[in-house]
């Protein structure tokens, strides 16, 4: 969950590592640092003040080598040790000639650690990653070069990791290797990148390429060369960039912070997901499929993995799937899956959701599946992200960069390509006719549209966050489809604002959390198909004086229901529902957390993709 991004060949290497960090704060910022090479030396500046950290980067970089064009940054999301300067990366070797930065986890860091320090390493940080320079150093006082260098230190490691190094010794060449933890390479004229995800890249190179696990790939001023850990050579597998994903799709474009951008792009990230999605046969198509659709045919159950927002979408998924589909559907929580027994076989269509196509809980969870013969596919907003490669199947998104941490316009996007996989499989299995099939995606097809409305809202939805300050304990509550939105509104709320939210089955309050329903408590309730039952569990909450706050379609009668109302665009088929009534539990877990004085963008110890188990 660190950011990672190195530079050769570029006479302005320090501002292209600069700007390239602040595109990654999402992915961390506990602390941030750079290393450049200086002449026959290194010159490296660290900084640890949390979501400032970048900032003190840059106003502390005084003495510039100004002839360097080679150099490496980092923001990181700590793991093993404290977010101080001394744990901040780069990390140097014994001699100050080697600087290294890592992303991931290296699970065997202890029993590397002590044979180092008996052979008179001297380590300054508690971190895992430490280790890993001094190995490099070990191997590079054999004479061999920073590549072979950095395959042999990496043969005898244990876990998950991207990894960059330099070496003032090469100074124009930086050193990449990957293992389950994403990192692209890129080359320009003249120039040569490595970084965490593109947005750290984009406008600086023609050319990007992923590096696949267990690869090394040196990267000079406009070459590139990757091998195996074993030394063989390969061909760099070539990445294209989505046209979307431009500079001006990284920034704010006049908005306060990223969350609001990205709530206000979601029309446009649903009409993408569905554009082009009809086959030459008039079928539906998903974007890639390296089985034959018959054999999708035979399954028998649909197991959906993701985390976070993800799984919401997935839960969403559930009802859709197995009201067209017919398939029976279970969500799993993505860590949870390959630590027990799970049932899974080739008659198992594993579905994999995750916004960056990289967390690694659920790529781990899809490889388990993979193990047991299952077929796999995944929904992604990441061209050729490392479960892209390795699925059997993928839908994208199609929703741009998303760089808040909350995810919003993602989380929509999944839904819809998550509902257009089970048209596909309803298509595919017959349980639905052509003419359905049309007329439910005519259904969303109509989404932008009223998302749009809900989001020309969002003063209603201020006023009532303005009612509701101060109150520090809300429970959100939803029966059928409204359920999964009341868990991701929840969510919303605890992550930016940090107040006490809790998503529950408006069914389960009278079995425990009602004790917790008091005067000053805030309970949000989603109407739904089974609104009467869930208009009985509404009252039970405000007869023990809870401040109840329903979201309900146009034209609901709610009189006398709760305390305020925020009112969504009607939907025809409640299956849809959910990309609507999710919007303005967005806007008031935002209107909240701005109140509070939170940063929105950036939560307390949260980042944006998850590549540490």
């Known amino acids: 969950m660190c950011g990672i991004i190195g530079v050769t060949g570029d006479g302005n290497a320090l501002g292209v590592i600069f700007e390239g960090l602040r595109r990654l704060e999402y ?119 920073l590549a072979e260098g950095l395959r042999r230190a990496l043969a005898g490691v244990r876990g998950a990791f991207s990894v960059v190094v330099l070496s003032a010794d090469q100074p124009d060449v930086i050193v990449a290797a990957r293992r389950s933890v994403p990192l692209l390479a890129a080359v320009g004229d003249g120039t040569g990148f490595v970084a965490s995800d593109i947005s750290a890249l984009l406008g600086r190179a023609d050319r990007f390429f992923a590096i696949e696990d267990d690869q090394v790939a040196a990267v000079g001023p406009g070459t590139l060369e990757v091998t195996t850990l074993a030394g063989e050579p390969v061909e760099p597998t070539s990445v294209v960039v989505d046209p979307g994903w431009d500079v001006e799709a990284a920034q704010k474009a006049g908005y306060d912070d990223f969350m609001t951008k990205e709530i206000h792009e979601q029309p446009r990230a649903v009409a993408d997901t569905l554009l082009d999605r ?28 993701a985390c976070g927002s993800s799984y919401h979408a997935g839960m969403v998924a559930k009802y859709a799937i197995e009201r067209w589909a017919r398939l029976p559907t279970e969500v799993e929580i993505a860590s949870e899956l390959r630590y027990r027994d799970p049932v899974l076989h080739e008659r198992t269509l594993v579905v994999g959701v995750s916004q960056s196509g990289e967390t690694l809980d659920t790529l781990e969870a899809l490889r388990e599946a993979r193990r047991s013969g299952a077929p796999t596919v995944i929904v992604s907003n990441v061209v050729h992200a ?86 520090r304990d809300y429970f959100f509550l939803g029966r059928n489809i409204g359920y999964p939105v009341a868990l991701e509104g929840a969510l919303k709320l605890k992550e930016i604002s940090y107040l006490r939210a809790e998503g529950y089955p408006a069914g389960e ?12 408590v805030v309970v949000v309730a989603v109407l739904d198909p089974l609104q009467d039952k869930m208009r009985s569990n509404i009252a039970e909450a405000s007869a023990r004086g809870a401040t109840v706050v329903v979201v309900a379609a146009d034209g609901e009668d709610v009189t006398g229901l709760s305390d305020h109302v925020l009112r969504v665009p009607r939907v025809d088929d409640p299956i849809l529902a959910p990309v609507v009534t999710v919007v303005p539990l967005q806007l008031l877990a935002y209107a909240l957390a701005r109140r509070l004085g939170n940063d929105v963008d950036r939560p307390r110890n949260l980042a944006k993709t998850v590549t540490v188990e």
């Open 27 to 145: 992915r961390g910022y506990d602390s941030a640092g750079v290393a450049l090479v200086d002449g026959a030396s290194l010159w490296r500046r660290r900084a640890a003040d949390g979501t400032h950290s970048v900032d003190d980067l840059i106003g502390s970089a005084d003495e510039v080598p100004e002839a360097s064009r080679t150099g490496i940054g980092h923001t990181r999301w700590a793991t093993h040790g404290g977010p101080t300067t001394e744990n901040a990366h780069p990390h140097v070797d014994c001699s100050g000639q080697l600087a290294l930065v890592h992303n991931g986890i290296i699970e065997n860091h202890a029993e590397l650690r002590g044979p180092l320090e008996e052979r008179g390493h001297v380590f300054a940080s508690q971190t895992d990653t430490e280790v890993l320079v001094h190995l490099l150093e070990e191997e590079l006082a054999g004479g061999v070069g």
């Open 278 to 305: 009809w086959g030459p046969g008039k079928d539906l198509v998903i974007d890639e499929l390296r089985v034959p659709p018959e054999d999708l045919r035979a399954v028998d159950k649909v197991v959906v993995v």
């Open 509 to 520: 309050l009278k079995h425990g959390p009602l004790a917790l329903v008091e005067p000053g």
């Open 386 to 471: 490392t479960m892209a490669r390795e699925a059997d199947g993928v839908l994208y998104t199609r929703a741009g960069p998303e760089v808040s941490v909350a995810s919003t316009k993602c989380h929509v996007a999944q839904i819809v390509a998550l509902d257009l996989l089970a048209l596909v499989l309803a298509q595919w299995r017959g349980t639905m006719g052509p003419a359905a099939v049309a007329a439910e995606f005519d259904g969303l097809r109509r989404l932008p549209s009223l998302v749009d409305e809900a989001l020309g809202r969002a003063k209603d939805v201020d006023a009532v966050a303005e009612a509701l300050a101060g109150a």
